[in-house]
């Protein structure tokens, strides 16, 4: 039970801003101080729906600024990421000890929930081992997990398999959710560009079974152009063609889509998911974000993993999602990019409890201290979260009703400890 009291401004959405007090029970927001709750004073601050980062690759954790690895053409980047994999070896240990160091900077930067696509699958790897290791480091420190289980260049029928046995150990409910909303099963190949008809056909097969949500990546340049090579098509033709532009699928990336492109998913009812930190700094494109809004498509905000954005800082990517924003169209305002890092992200992953701060919304919540110089000047606090302060991090991070970071320290661990299992595991 909480009260958080004398709030600057509460964002309950994009739309919706006031001030005053919020009051959690049981993990939701309600409208009354229930008794006997915490209080916990706010004032000089800004209140916000926990950051969901709908696009991260985790594992890339352990491999951040590697030699090799940026601003190259993804002919160059995937071998040098692969050796980099081969020489650590991709286990259950090392998806721990990288999931709980992407985590624990996410929940600090005010990231509460995390899809993560894993696409490393070495043959014979333990899956299961993997995929349970992930979702233990994100319960232990009190993060949401979205698992995806990917493949890039995987045996489709191995994938397949692999998925379906991951499916089956997690304790997942209803659309493949875990009761109490803290875990979430999800597929999905890497893209057209890696792999082809049959891997997409049996995940989805999965997916069906499960009731499992799908995700993928579409139209990078590499991923127009290798389509173009590999099937003289379009990689959103391909898509189509393989059954999945549908309701239950999110596209991550878009920065290679045609004006018809665009009508055609707004039309199959698709989700979008922008990560500017990885495509802007990688120089794989820019996605039309404006467009893709204005036809009425939800997009949601990822900062995909540390081989192509070494900073799992969510609201960072915001600020570049604004100021990239109009070298494709109209300028995005912060509010709206606000709105995608937190509502538009949750609901790309069928999650509409998260990403608000309406009564009955998950209670996972962002404090962001407003009151220092940094902020001195600004008009919009909102906006100033986003224009103001680069690289600025929340006060006290609330996910599940539960305090997470408290006056800006990771409560759940001890992020030295985190760091040491990281340099002794991977030992670069």
């Not at 008809?197 to 997916?207: Q, S, Y």
């Not at 991550?252 to 698709?270: F, K, Q």
């Not at 224009?387 to 009703?401: D, F, L, M, N, T």
Request: hydrophobic fraction near 45%; charged fraction near 20%.
């Amino acid at each position: 039970m909480l009260s958080l009291t004398g709030a600057e401004a509460i964002l309950v959405d994009p739309l919706t801003l006031r001030g005053g007090d919020l009051h959690v029970a049981d993990g939701v927001i309600v409208d009354g101080a229930p008794p006997g709750a915490e209080s916990i004073d706010v004032s000089g601050c800004v209140v916000t729906a926990g950051l969901v980062n709908a696009h991260h690759h985790l594992l890339q954790s352990a491999f951040r600024t590697l030699p090799g690895t940026r601003s190259v053409p993804m002919a160059e980047w995937l071998p040098a990421m692969a050796a980099a994999y081969s020489t650590a070896v991709v286990d259950p240990e090392l998806a721990s000890v990288a999931a709980r160091v992407g985590l624990a900077e996410g929940l600090l930067s005010g990231v509460t929930t995390v899809a993560d696509h894993h696409l490393t699958w070495p043959s014979g790897v333990d899956s299961v081992g993997v995929a349970q290791a992930t979702a233990d480091a994100a319960r232990d420190l009190g993060a949401r997990l979205v698992f995806v289980r990917g493949a890039a260049r995987d045996d489709p029928e191995e994938a397949a398999a692999s998925a379906e046995a991951i499916a089956r150990a997690l304790p997942l409910g209803a659309g493949g959710v875990s009761t109490d909303g803290m875990l979430q099963l999800a597929v999905g190949p890497a893209g057209v560009h890696s792999d082809g008809e049959e891997t997409f056909r049996l995940l989805g097969e999965v997916a069906a079974r499960h009731g499992l949500r799908r995700r993928t990546q579409a139209n990078e340049q590499v991923d127009v152009a290798i389509a173009l090579e590999r099937y003289g098509r379009r990689p959103l033709d391909l898509l189509e063609e393989w059954g999945w532009l549908a309701p239950d699928v999110t596209l991550a990336h878009l920065c290679g889509v045609t004006e018809d492109e665009i009508g055609r998913l707004a039309a199959c009812g698709i989700t979008a998911t922008h990560a500017p930190g990885c495509d802007v700094m990688m120089g794989w494109g820019v996605a039309p974000v404006a467009a893709l809004r204005d036809a009425g498509i939800v997009v949601g905000l990822g900062t995909s993993g540390g081989g192509s954005n070494d900073a799992g800082h969510l609201l960072a990517d915001a600020r570049l999602a604004m100021q990239v924003s109009g070298l494709l169209g109209p300028a995005l305002a912060a509010h709206d990019v606000l709105g995608m890092a937190t509502e538009g992200s949750a609901l790309g992953l069928g999650r509409a409890e998260l990403g608000h701060v309406r009564p009955g919304a998950a209670a996972d919540l962002c404090v962001w201290d407003v009151s220092g110089v940094a902020d001195a000047g600004v008009a919009d606090p909102v906006a100033g979260l986003l224009w103001a302060s680069p690289g600025r991090r929340p006060k006290h991070v609330i996910v599940a009703g539960r305090v997470v970071v408290r006056d800006s320290v990771l409560v759940t661990a001890d992020e030295h400890d985190l760091v040491a299992a990281m340099r002794a595991r991977v030992r670069r």
